[in-house]
Nanobody
Framework: QVQLVESGGGLVQAGGSLRLSCAGS????????MGWFRQAPGKEREFVAA????????KYAGSVKGRFTISRDNAKNTVYLQMNVLKPEDTAVYYC???????????????????WGQGTQVTVSS
């Protein structure tokens, strides 16, 4: 079991920055890929970013590439999402997730992740 808790969300004006953190407990996720997803009201949960166990591979949705950076600190069992140049369309609940099923996979699909945090709200105003 992995328990994931997101933090760092909040209200920010367009152009601003936030850094989200996802702290794990119960079981280390250091050997597994981690992902960030987001879900806005009335929309399906969508992929944002993912990172491999050793940080050697990162993937980003086209809508955030160049603005967001995913990173991880396995010693702290924590994954981060640095969000810069935020836009109103980034407004959503952001979730972190762990893939404990397939080693080597750095997935971009909800179905490829097994454990999820409770989410943290990010609101970007105009």
């Amino acid at each position: 079991q992995v328990q994931l808790v997101e933090s760092g969300g909040g209200l920010v004006q367009a152009g601003g920055s936030l850094r989200l953190s996802c702290a794990g407990s119960g079981r280390s996720f250091s050997g597994f890929a981690m992902g960030w997803f987001r879900q806005a009201p009335g929309k399906e949960r969508e992929f944002v970013a993912a990172i491999s166990w050793n940080s050697g591979i990162t993937k980003y949705a086209g809508s955030v590439k160049g603005r967001f950076t995913i990173s991880r600190d396995n010693a702290k069992n924590t994954v981060y999402l640095q969000m810069n140049v935020l836009k109103p369309e980034d407004t959503a609940v952001y979730y972190c997730a762990a893939d404990l099923r397939v080693l080597g996979r750095v997935g971009a699909s909800v179905d490829e992740y097994d454990y999820w945090g409770q989410g943290t709200q990010v609101t970007v105003s105009s």
